[in-house]
C-alpha cells in the first residue's frame, strides 16, 4: 500500500515542526549559556548590562530563527491543503517528495533548478565589468 503524496508531504512537515518546535523548547530550558559566551564580547558599552539581560536577548534571537523556520513549515502545510505545495516554480510539475523530504522548502523540481543554476553560472561568468570612471560622469551629467 502507497501512501498518498500529500499525506506523506503533511507527515514530513508535521516531523519537522515537531523537531524545531522541541528545539525551541530544549534551548530555552538549557539556557543558553555556550551562545552567550561564543556571542559575547566585554566592552564598555555593555559592561553594565547584565549577564542575564544579554542571555535573554540572544536567547530571543536564536528563537526568533526558529519561529521564522515554523512560520515557513505552516505556511507549507497551508499550501499544501490547498495543493500549492511542491508544485515546480518553474514548470507547475510536482516536486518529487524524495526531494522535498530533503528540502522541504525548494521551490524548483531537479531539471529547473538546474537550468535556473546553470542561466546563474552563465550570467556570473559574464558580469560586465564594474562600470569605468566615465561611465560613473557620464551618469552624473544625466541626472
Ligand atoms: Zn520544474
Known sequence: MTVPRKELLYRMLLGEKQRI????????E??????VRMGFEVTQDNAD???D??????AAQITGVRSEMVDLIDDA??????????????????????????LPFVSRCVRCQEQAD?????????????????T?????LEE
Open 21 to 28: 518546535l522541541a528545539q525551541i523548547k530544549a534551548s530555552m
Open 30 to 35: 538549557a539556557g543558553v549559556e555556550a551562545d
Open 49 to 51: 548590562k547584565s549577564i
Open 53 to 58: 539581560e544579554l542571555e535573554k536577548h540572544i
Open 77 to 102: 502545510l497551508n499550501r499544501l491543503n490547498e495543493g500549492t505545495y511542491g508544485l515546480c516554480d518553474d514548470c507547475g510539475e510536482e516536486i518529487p517528495v524524495e526531494r522535498l523530504m530533503i
Open 118 to 134: 546553470r542561466l546563474k553560472k552563465i550570467e556570473q561568468e559574464h558580469v560586465i565589468e564594474p562600470p569605468s570612471e566615465n
Open 136 to 140: 560613473y560622469e557620464d551618469e552624473l
